[in-house]
């Protein structure tokens, strides 16, 4: 959580709006932030000094979500189907890993427990390993009538919920990867 000093310096002057607009924003577990772009950059600030430490590129179209996992790592998709896992370091980043989870665009990334994460695109989700990203470790595929438009996991249980355009909430087991009825 960010202190008042730095929301003051932040609303005294500090603009993410320099040759590219923002396009997500996300607050690192380091207390860095990390801006996604409408080129595909990724911009990660320091927070005491304001000042760009790591720019990550590597995505050809605007950025659309950005996680951090478990392992620090930070995870991003691009308005397309690429998602890229970038290994971040305090003053330098790489892309370890590029792979396309779903046949349409991957709308929302979100970590899970047990070093775990989750893509969704409107038609499915998926749960992958943070240290395996060959296969996931399961599909949900056409689990609800209409687009898929929110997946999360709930807090302090093994169980994820998955909300779609039929106004219908579905839980699913982590373990088992069952519906919970």
């Known amino acids: 959580i960010m202190d008042q000093t730095k929301i003051l310096k932040i609303k005294q002057g500090f603009s993410l709006i320099e040759e590219e607009r923002p396009t997500y924003i996300l607050l690192t577990k380091d207390g860095r932030l990390a801006v996604g772009t409408e080129k595909g950059t990724i911009k990660i600030y320091n927070l005491e000094?304001?000042?760009?430490?790591?720019?990550?590129?590597?995505?050809?179209?605007?950025?659309?979500?950005?996680?951090?996992?478990?392992?620090?790592?930070?995870?991003?998709?691009?308005?397309?189907?690429?998602?890229?896992?970038?290994?971040i370091e305090k003053d330098k980043g790489e892309c370890i890993n590029t792979f396309e989870p779903h046949e349409q665009n991957t709308q929302m990334i979100i970590t899970l427990t047990n070093n775990r994460f989750a893509t969704c695109s409107i038609e499915s989700f998926a749960i992958w390993s943070n240290d395996e990203i060959a296969q996931p470790l399961h599909s949900f595929d056409f689990v609800h009538n209409d687009?898929?438009?929110?997946?999360?996991?709930?807090k302090g249980k093994e169980e994820l919920l998955s909300y779609g355009w039929d106004n219908m909430i579905k839980f699913w087991d982590l373990n088992t990867y069952e519906k919970i009825d």
């Open 147 to 154: 687009d898929i438009i929110f997946i999360h996991q709930v």
């Open 49 to 87: 000094t304001l000042q760009v430490e790591v720019s990550l590129t590597g995505h050809n179209e605007s950025i659309e979500w950005i996680a951090e996992i478990s392992n620090g790592n930070l995870i991003s998709s691009e308005d397309g189907y690429k998602v890229k896992i970038w290994k």
